[in-house]
């Protein structure tokens, strides 16, 4: 399924009204407290879903930089997704790449509601 199909859909399905991409092809939706970004590579094969999770605290990096290498082995404490580091921004940041092949409606649903959750609990 297309991103723009997919995401039409969820945002008609939860009452958001009409929703379009900026100007670079992402698709921004408030979710809780979360900003999570939604965009295609430029084949519109995969998914890349994206937020920020915490500042990066130059006091505390080195040990924080250990638990994320730590969470991101094998995915398993990433629930699947990589934490990554925006050094321009400051920000950690929580990812995950899904083909858009594997999507419909529903597993788009699940999708999120599954990312907004793993995210909120690795925010700092």
């Keep these: ?3 723009n199909e997919l995401m039409v859909g969820f945002a008609a399905e939860v009452g958001l009204g009409e929703i379009s991409a900026d100007d670079t092809g992402a698709y921004w939706l408030r979710i809780d407290d979360l900003s999570v970004g939604f ?13 920020t999770i915490g500042e990066r605290d130059e006091a505390r990096a080195g040990a924080l930089a250990d638990v994320l290498l730590e969470l991101n082995n ?6 699947g997704g990589t934490i990554a580091l925006d050094r321009e921004a400051g ?9 858009l092949a594997d999507l419909d409606k529903d597993s788009f649903r699940a999708l999120v509601e599954d990312f907004v959750n793993r ?6």
């Design 1 to 3: 399924m297309e991103l």
């Design 39 to 51: 965009i295609a590579d430029e084949a519109g094969r995969t998914l890349v879903v994206y937020t």
């Design 74 to 79: 094998l995915y398993i404490g990433s629930f």
């Design 91 to 99: 920000q950690y940041a929580y990812q995950r790449r899904v083909s």
């Design 119 to 124: 995210a909120e609990t690795l925010q700092d």
